[in-house]
């Protein structure tokens, strides 16, 4: 497996195991829609998370918020919206972003709540 594989599937362990100690309820990881994948799916307080992970090993390239471009959040909506219809969940969604960062041994996690709304991009 490549090197930055091995770090998103990290980063996503952390994101997991953050998301856990937080209450949420683990639904889906790593759920296939199409040729991509969407990295979490969870629910809390009657809502349906969508959860995109972002791992980084340096605090020099973008935060994590904008390294999930308009394409890529497009692609999530659209999976969540198959996931929902697969599932025939009748929660509401939020989209959120976790942004891990993995330095010298030490993890720092930014989790934004509400990253994005679909409304915004159709």
């Known amino acids: 497996m490549a090197e930055h594989n ?3 599937k990290k ?5 997991l195991t953050y998301l856990k100690s937080k209450q ?6 790593n759920w296939r829609f199409r040729k991509n994948e969407v990295d979490i799916i969870t629910e809390k307080d009657n809502l349906l ?18 390294a999930v ?4 959040q ?12 697969e599932k025939n ?4 969604v939020r989209f959120d972003i976790v942004g891990v960062t993995i330095i010298n041994g030490k993890t720092k996690i930014e989790h934004i709540q509400d ?8």
Not at 11 to 15: H, K, L, P, S, T
Not at 49 to 66: A, G, H
Not at 69 to 72: I, S
Not at 115 to 122: D, I
């Open 69 to 72: 471009t308009k394409k890529k």
């Open 89 to 92: 969940i009748e929660l509401e």
């Open 11 to 15: 980063g996503e362990e952390i994101a």
């Open 74 to 85: 497009k692609f999530i909506i659209q999976a969540a919206d198959a996931y929902i219809q």
């Open 6 to 8: 091995e770090l998103g």
């Open 24 to 29: 949420y309820v683990i639904k889906e990881t």
């Open 49 to 66: 998370v969508v959860v995109e992970v972002k791992t980084r090993t340096s605090e020099y390239f973008e935060n994590p918020k904008e």
């Open 115 to 122: 990253a994005f709304q679909p409304s915004l991009l159709l």
